[in-house]
Nanobody, 120 residues
Framework: QVQLQESGPGLLKPSQTLSLTCAVSGASITTAYFHWSWIRQPPGKGLEWMGVITYDGSTYYRPALKSRTSISRDTSKNQFSLQLSSVTPEDTAVYYC????????????WGQGTQVTVSS
């Protein structure tokens, strides 16, 4: 059973950088063809895929967020991270990490999500 757990600060001020970490258990993030995504859901809106890091360390980002987004990993800790720079109140959302086996398919395991609020 794969388990994912997000962690990070819940409240940010505009222009700060959001940093979240997803700790993975039950599977190695370097297992072939396991890919690891960040997804968010703003209040009252649908899910928005932000980006993914593949089992071999390649990264892909949502074009609209690419200039502000970075996803990295620490294989020694079996975790991966999200950084989103220059946040605004529009970045307020529940942020999820999730696993997918084929890029573009539905994610099969999800973290519980963590609320991030951007407010001055």
């Amino acid at each position: 059973q794969v388990q994912l757990q997000e962690s990070g600060p819940g409240l940010l001020k505009p222009s700060q950088t959001l940093s979240l970490t997803c700790a993975v258990s039950g599977a190695s993030i370097t297992t072939a063809y396991f890919h690891w995504s960040w997804i968010r859901q703003p209040p009252g809106k649908g899910l928005e895929w932000m980006g993914v890091i593949t089992y071999d360390g390649s990264t892909y980002y949502r074009p609209a967020l690419k200039s502000r987004t970075s996803i990295s990993r620490d294989t020694s800790k079996n975790q991966f991270s999200l950084q989103l720079s220059s946040v605004t109140p529009e970045d307020t959302a529940v942020y999820y990490c999730a696993k997918v086996c084929t890029l573009g398919d539905d994610h099969d395991y999800w973290g519980q999500g963590t609320q991030v609020t951007v407010s001055s």
